[in-house]
T-cell receptor, first 115, second 115 residues
Framework: KAGVTQTPRYLIKTRGQQVTLSCSPI?????VSWYQQTPGQGLQFLFE???????NKGNFPGRFSGRQFSNSRSEMNVSTLELGDSALYLC??????????????FGPGTRLTVT | AQSVTQLGSHVSVSEGALVLLRCNYS??????LFWYVQYPNQGLQLLLK??????LVKGINGFEAEFKKSETSFHLTKPSAHMSDAAEYFC?????????????FGQGTILTVHP
């Protein structure tokens, strides 16, 4: 099976712009989670989507949003970019079977630089 | 709220020596515990996980961890370090159930292996 894929891998944006990142989960995985990784704050949970619904949400401002499509692919959007949004954004997918969730598999990440 | 503390942001060992990376957690409910490894410019790879059952968990690449509820610890060990083990290691906790997709990570420990 192909792993989790994220596009683009690298992105440079200017303050005030918006950006959309994409994540394709492993085939059959219906849960997608997003994380932000920075040297100062470490790995922080953004949100999780399951069956096109946001199931869990982290403590990030409303500028950060996401969605999931019927094929489980997910996108996250950051509006009005700030310098502090520069980070590695990681997507992870997991399999859900009834009430049982399985381990998360991570993609390679999208490196976002805001100038 | 859950939290994870990794003791020691940097650990240095000689090739062939024991690797011990420390992780303590705080959780109001029975935790699900994970160790991930991250190589430079890559995403996270799952080493091992504890959900229920046996408290000594074996993972990939010769790593294992023991869940000690009384000590709220989940330390990662490997009997003999290899140069290829040099990477950053993250301990993570989740609540399970519908919150399984929300991982709370420690700050990470960079492992250096000397020849």
């Amino acid at each position: 099976k192909a792993g989790v894929t994220q596009t683009p891998r690298y992105l440079i944006k200017t303050r005030g712009q918006q950006v959309t990142l994409s994540c394709s989960p492993i085939s059959g995985h219906r849960s997608v989670s997003w994380y932000q990784q920075t040297p100062g704050q470490g790995l922080q949970f953004l949100f999780e989507y399951f069956s096109e619904t946001q199931r869990n949400k982290g403590n990030f401002p409303g500028r950060f949003s996401g969605r999931q499509f019927s094929n489980s692919r997910s996108e996250m959007n950051v509006s009005t970019l700030e310098l502090g949004d520069s980070a590695l954004y990681l997507c992870a997918s997991s399999q859900i079977a009834g009430v049982v969730s399985y381990e998360q598999y991570f993609g390679p990440g999208t490196r976002l630089t805001v100038t | 709220a859950q939290s994870v503390t990794q003791l020691g942001s940097h650990v240095s060992v000689s090739e062939g020596a024991l690797v011990l990376l420390r992780c303590n957690y705080s959780s109001s409910v029975p935790p699900y515990l994970f160790w991930y490894v991250q190589y430079p410019n890559q995403g996270l790879q799952l080493l091992l996980k504890y959900t229920t059952g046996a408290t000594l968990v074996k993972g990939i690449n010769g790593f294992e961890a023991e869940f000690k509820k009384s000590e709220t610890s989940f330390h990662l060990t490997k009997p003999s370090a290899h140069m290829s083990d040099a990477a950053e290691y993250f301990c993570a906790v989740s609540r399970g159930g519908t919150s399984y997709g929300k991982l709370t990570f420690g700050q990470g420990t960079i492992l250096t292996v000397h020849p």
